[in-house]
């Protein structure tokens, strides 16, 4: 599935090394092809203020578009 660039997307797995868990909401910001041929992105991720905490890299199985019946949530970085 390839994703419209900047949409937000969730992600289907925790990223401990960025912080990151499952359902976190990422931007898609640019698309490109990994070595081992999977679809990838970078992704832009903010704080709950809007501001950018980091951009990282991401595979397209690693991302699910957002679903009407989902809700935003709040939780601090551990």
């Known amino acids: 599935m390839n994703f419209e660039l900047y949409k937000d997307v969730a992600l289907t797995r925790d990223m401990p090394e960025e912080r990151l868990k499952c359902g976190d909401i990422v931007k898609l910001v640019e698309h490109h092809v990994a070595r081992d041929g999977e679809d990838g992105y970078s992704a832009e991720v903010f ?32």
Not at 61 to 68: C, K, Q, V, Y
Request: hydrophobic share 40%; proline share 3%; charged share 25%.
């Open 47 to 78: 704080n709950a203020l809007g501001g950018t905490l980091t951009v990282i890299t991401v595979a397209e199985s690693a991302l699910e578009p957002l679903r009407e019946d989902e809700v935003c949530c709040v939780r601090s970085l551990e």
